[in-house]
């Protein structure tokens, strides 16, 4: 199996996705959205939380692609 990266903090996810990281998948963990990355965001990741930063045009972009995955995940969920 491929190793994950995983992150419920969705402003991180934006980022990764933003910088064309694929999303796997999201998982459902206590009712929160966890977004799943290839392990090699990890490194991204941490650039983010040093200030990285990525073009406005694919950051609004990618905020609109994960807030839409984020509530079909959640709602999917409430229904199950």
């Excluded at 996810?13 to 459902?28: E, G, M």
């Excluded at 392990?39 to 045009?57: C, R």
């Amino acid at each position: 199996m491929n190793a994950l990266f995983q992150t419920s903090d969705s402003d991180l996810a934006t980022y990764l996705y933003a910088r064309a990281y694929r999303l796997i998948d999201v998982w459902t963990v206590s009712d929160l959205p966890v977004f799943v990355f290839p392990e090699d965001a990890q490194l991204s990741a941490q650039a983010f939380y040093h200030g990285a930063s990525v073009p406005a045009k694919d950051l609004l972009h990618a905020s609109r692609q994960i807030q839409s995955i984020e509530r079909k995940t959640v709602n999917d969920r409430r229904v199950s």
